[in-house]
C-alpha cells in the first residue's frame, strides 16, 4: 500500500513549529509521512536536528520535506547575484535534507515563490535560466543521495511550471535520476484539462503525488473526482508517497502565503482539525483499497 502522509502545516498556522508534537500526532493519527517545510532546517542546531529525527524514527514516521522559494534565492531570476545565491542556498538545504536522511525534497523549488510583476509575453529565458542552476544544484542532490521533485503549480503560485508537462519537459531538460516530478490535486485543477490524463502522462516519472480539495479543503470535502485520481494512478502503477496538503485556517503566515480569508471547516479547534486529518486518512485509505491494491 501506498505510504500516506500529512503536512505539518495542516494544523499550524506559522511554517516553522513543534515538529516533535506533529510527528507524534502524525502517528498517533495513522499516518507514514509527515512533511513540513525544509528552510527552517538551516537555522536548526545539529542536536535539534538529531532530536527530531530520533522521534521520527522511533514513531515509525518518514519525514519528507517541501519548500516555496523566497524570490530573494530566485534561481530563474535574471539578476546574476541573486540567482547563484539561490543555487547555494538550495544546495545548503539539500544537504539538511540528508543529514536528516531524507530521500526527497519537492515544492516550488525552482524559482521564486510567486509570480512577477512585469509583463511576461514569453517565459523562456526565465525557464532556461532555472534549468540552468538546476543542473548545478541537482549535482548536490546526487551527491547526497535526495530526490529533488519540481511540482507543477497553479498560475497564481509560479511562472516557471504550472502543468505536467512542463514539469516534465523541465525535468528531461536537467537530465538527472535525481530529479522527478510532483503532481498535486489542488494546482491540476487549475491547470489542467483532465486530472487524469496529466497523471498518466508523466507516468514513471512521478515521484510523489500531493492531494488537496479544489478550495484546498481534505480530500473528499470537494467536488474533485477522485475515482479518476485514484483509476489514473493505478493505470501507472504508482507506488510512491501520496501527502495531503489542505489549508484550512485562516491567520498567520500560512493563512497569508496561501491567501485563506476563511476558516474552511467550523470553530477549526486543535480537536476537529484531527478528526479531519482522519477523516482524509479513511478517505485515501478506501480509494487505495478501491482501485490500488
Avoid at 500526532?25 to 499516518?31: P, T, V
Avoid at 523541465?170 to 496529466?198: F, Q, R
Avoid at 479518476?228 to 497569508?256: C, H, T
Wanted: charged share 30%.
Amino acid at each position: 500500500m501506498n505510504a500516506l502522509g500529512i503536512f505539518m502545516n495542516f494544523w499550524e498556522k506559522n511554517w516553522d513549529a513543534d515538529h516533535i508534537k506533529y510527528i507524534n500526532k502524525a502517528a498517533d493519527i495513522g499516518f507514514d509521512i509527515l512533511e513540513f517545510q525544509a528552510q527552517p532546517l538551516l537555522e536548526m542546531s545539529k542536536d535539534h536536528m538529531l532530536k527530531i529525527k530520533k522521534e521520527a524514527d522511533e514513531r515509525g514516521i518518514e519525514l519528507t520535506y517541501s519548500l516555496g522559494l523566497d524570490p530573494a534565492y530566485d534561481v530563474s531570476s535574471s539578476n546574476e547575484g541573486i540567482r547563484l545565491g539561490g543555487i547555494e542556498y538550495l544546495k545548503r538545504i539539500v544537504e539538511k535534507v540528508s543529514f536528516m536522511n531524507g530521500k526527497i525534497i519537492s515544492g516550488v523549488s525552482y524559482a521564486g515563490w510567486g509570480t512577477s510583476n512585469k509583463v511576461i509575453d514569453d517565459k523562456k529565458s526565465l525557464v532556461d535560466r532555472s534549468i540552468s542552476s538546476m543542473k548545478e544544484i541537482v549535482k548536490t542532490a546526487e551527491d547526497y543521495g535526495v530526490i529533488y521533485c519540481v511540482e507543477a503549480v497553479n498560475r497564481f503560485e509560479s511562472t516557471v511550471i504550472n502543468t505536467a508537462q512542463e514539469a516534465l519537459s523541465y525535468i528531461e531538460a536537467v537530465d538527472s535520476k535525481n530529479i522527478g516530478v510532483l503532481l498535486d490535486t489542488y494546482h491540476m485543477n487549475i491547470e489542467e484539462k483532465s486530472i487524469g490524463d496529466a497523471i498518466r502522462l508523466v507516468g514513471s516519472k512521478l515521484t510523489s503525488f500531493h492531494t488537496g480539495e479544489n478550495n484546498r479543503t481534505a480530500p473528499g470535502r470537494g467536488h474533485l473526482d477522485w475515482d479518476e485520481i485514484f483509476k489514473a494512478l493505478s493505470d501507472i502503477e504508482y507506488q510512491g508517497r501520496i501527502v495531503s496538503e489542505p489549508f484550512i485556517m485562516m491567520g498567520g503566515e500560512v493563512g497569508s502565503d496561501i491567501k485563506v480569508w476563511r476558516n474552511l471547516i467550523d470553530e477549526p479547534t486543535e480537536e476537529k482539525v484531527d478528526d479531519e486529518a482522519r477523516f482524509l486518512l479513511a478517505f485515501e485509505k478506501e480509494m487505495i483499497q478501491k482501485y490500488m491494491r
